[in-house]
């Protein structure tokens, strides 16, 4: 046993899985944004099934600790690395209810185009984590993809507030407004989970060092 | 000293001891939520009597800490379980007071079923953990508590998103969706806070395994 | 090399430095609040400033954790308090923006005197950090550090609903209750980041006990 098991995959091929899933994620959560409003339902359907085999990896994992004698890192650190993964999948999850259960159309520029700015930074982050996490057997390796995670969360969060302030001025009527702010800030809570997974990375390099 | 030490409950008897108060905590938390105004007051006070009664208990178990040469788990892990349960006991004192200070009445169907099976999730959650504190000592053997944890909340996030679609859909003016659905979302973080503790005994038991 | 190492700040000195900056953030906080709106983009750059500031040291301490073969607690501790410090400030920065970015003016009483209450209580937080951080040390003798940050997060939370349920009987209109409620909020979220700070502290001083 141990992470060299020939058994199935490995810690690092979980986590790596996991974190693929979340580009297919991010994916149809911005087909969903721009999706007309018959289709919005199957695609959230696709959306939960994604969310689905994100979980399975993720108890995969627990269940592979329980086997192992001998794992890579800490067994906390992985599976803090396995929820936070899960994490951002959930939030995504939750976006994609929201757009279905809100049923918000012609959202008015500039806040429909900020909405997708926001949607840019959380591809952008995905697909940085599918890239980085194979190398994960080296944390200490991967300071760019922290770095750039952090910068990009700084990115996200100027394009949260300034579609904020948008949003109000639009004069859209109150309830209208207070659903918009809604799939804003879940957007918003995406990029966060993005950072707080690079922080889990970047606080086991630290330990392994 | 130590866990076996015959001064006073051991861990495990406070532990169980602050998730009894959570069930005392969530059904005056549904009295609360049908009381008549002019009684609610009353059982606010109740209510964080309740929530005091867990402070005490988490902080015994600090102090039980501070005098213990001998853990049955990781200090770290027997505090993060006493700060768990605080915060599920937190979440329904807020609950409470949003219900006191709203003063939100005669809720109109379906949003008021909604928010009542809202609350069904939480007692069963609350009597959940109250079953299985006691059994700490073997966390392996609380696969079945936490698993069940994790699909009461998913229970509970479709019952949350259920309510906000109706809630919007009421016709109520801004300012009332506004508080009612704040009491929406902190039953929903309630429920969050019971899977983080699940989670908790979760990564316990692959720590001790 | 280590935590005696003569070359440049100990730990001790970066996490006192993050907290010094809290109370220079706290102030620019309370001066933006009241300041009339031409006035307020130039002290929201000062509190971004302010901000990075605290981003660097936050790093500096990462990057000495990086360097050092002993360490005065666990490593993982030190990079807890390190980012549990930036949490505060990071709340404080948004708070500015929030205040910035909405424009709410001449807000009524008792709404203006409770958020500035709010702040007070902030104020009084931030001291008390960085009075105790140079003593951290010894983190068992900061009992009545975080004994009093608890109670003052107490004090906050009353002062928050208190300010909420006010601020639903202003009258005013929805849309500005909606910007109100966000700042009222995220000056509650900066009292229980000072609370999970100091229950950092907490837990260090249990495992080093």
Redesign the interface.
Known sequence: MGFNSSKGPSFFDLLTSQADQLVIGVDLLRTLFSAPEDERKALRKRLHEIENTGDELNHQL?NK??QSFITPFD??DL?DLA?ALDDCMDLFDEAG??LV??QVDNIPEPVDGLLSRQIDVLTKCAKLTAENMPKLKRPQDLRDYWVEINRLENDGDKAY?KT??HL?DTGL???T???L?DIVEVLEKCTDAFEDLA?TV??IA??E?
Do not use: G, M, W
Request: hydrophobic share 35%; aromatic share 8%.
């Open positions: 627990i600790l329980n067994r906390e599976s929820s209810d929201l259960l809100y507030r904020l302030k109000f009527d109150p309830v407004i207070i659903k702010k922080n970047e606080s630290v330990k060092s």
